[in-house]
């Protein structure tokens, strides 16, 4: 691996150095400015030189040895930035959107959205950031196509969530809040997992094995705040929070409000996602109940001052 790296590493210096460089560059010149190269003897260098060039032409790049003499040396090495570049392929402002919204949807183990692709291909449209929109499917790329098999085909799963093991018929899958959300039936009551905690998935291999509840809504069991979206049993918690913040958490609630402390009574099944939502009001929002929700909170804060 130290290795490999080390020959990548070269490979992008030399890269560099060719494509910003105005004239042909002798080879001594890349073995004494291009890092990676020094220190070799003559054979070592002449093997690693030729090695990497083809590796180079090899991925596309059309590293080229020209005639210099025009700019007073015998022989040197180049790329043409015209033809290292990709033709224009005329994109409309409206495909270009939608090339940015689906490469922001979907990040494959954790990456970054390819952003250097969107500019080399016209730029990001107005107002469009590189924060990803979607879910990081990394580990749970291959758990979503069972699921989806399983929801289609009416398939029961099994899975450890939390410690626990579940035994969930699959009603339907949803993105919500960059995560992908299993929702499905937990004897008579409807649960909602995220995907990327399951552990240990099994489908069953019978087909039709359940049916969707009558009137059964996957937007409205997913659409719920984030601290909805869990699979434990709700705990209810008591919430004050304190005038100068009061308005935004009744917006965020859609409750009634005038003025002055707002004081409710909320379901709680995800309890990290209730922190850190709480958390976010500073000291404007102080959890009333249950003591041991609340003793969970001072935890989190002084963890994070230690």
Known sequence: MGAMRRVIERLLNLLAFLLTTRRPVTADEIRNQVAGYGGSSDEAFHRMFERDKELLRRIGIPIELTDG???????????????????????????????AVATRIVRLGGGPAPTEGL????????GEGSE??????G?????????????TQRRKVTFDYRGKKREVAPYGLAHRRGHWYLVGGVGDDIRVFRVDRMESL???????????????SLRDAVDAHPWEAGSEEPIVARVRFEPDMAWWAARTLRVDYRSGPLEVELPVSNVDAFIGWILSFDDSAVVLEPPELRDQIVERVEAAIA
């Open 139 to 151: 580990p749970a790329a291959d758990r979503l196509g069972d699921l989806f098999s399983a929801v």
């Open 119 to 126: 500019l080399k291909l016209g730029g990001l449209g107005p």
């Open 202 to 216: 099994v489908v069953d291999t019978e087909e039709g094995s359940f049916s969707r509840p009558e009137g059964f």
């Open 132 to 137: 990803p929109l979607g879910a990081d499917l």
């Open 69 to 99: 003499n025009g700019w007073g040396l015998e022989q040197g090495y180049l790329i043409d930035p015209d033809a290292y570049r990709l033709p224009d392929p005329g994109l409309t402002d409206e495909e270009r959107a939608a090339l």
